[in-house]
Nanobody, 118 residues
Framework: QVQLVESGGGLVQPGGSLRLSCAASGNIVSINFMGWYRQAPGKQRELVATITSGGPINYADTVKGRFTISRDNAKNTVTVYLQMDGLKPEDTADYYC??????????WGKGTPVTVSS
């Protein structure tokens, strides 16, 4: 089992920045893929950015050049960050952390809201 807890969401003005964090605990040694997804009201959940263990980083075209995903491995936890710069109103959504293990078990966090508004 893997547990994911997101933090860092909030209200920010257009052009501002936020950094989201996702702390993974439990069977973290089995995690080989993590990512951030978002879901705006009335829309489907969509990929924002993903990072694999020792592999490529992938961004949605809508966030390339503005968002940066990174991963920090500690002894008992793994933390994935999403640095969001140049935020736009269309970035407003609930942001969810996702982790997948080597056995293809997938886990979601409960989400953290991001609102971009003046």
């Amino acid at each position: 089992q893997v547990q994911l807890v997101e933090s860092g969401g909030g209200l920010v003005q257009p052009g501002g920045s936020l950094r989201l964090s996702c702390a993974a605990s439990g069977n973290i040694v089995s995690i080989n893929f993590m990512g951030w997804y978002r879901q705006a009201p009335g829309k489907q959940r969509e990929l924002v950015a993903t990072i694999t263990s020792g592999g490529p980083i992938n961004y949605a075209d809508t966030v390339k050049g503005r968002f940066t995903i990174s991963r920090d491995n500690a002894k008992n936890t793994v933390t994935v960050y999403l640095q969001m710069d140049g935020l736009k109103p269309e970035d407003t959504a609930d942001y969810y952390c996702y982790a997948r293990t080597v056995t293809y078990a997938g886990y979601w966090g409960k989400g953290t809201p991001v609102t971009v508004s003046s």
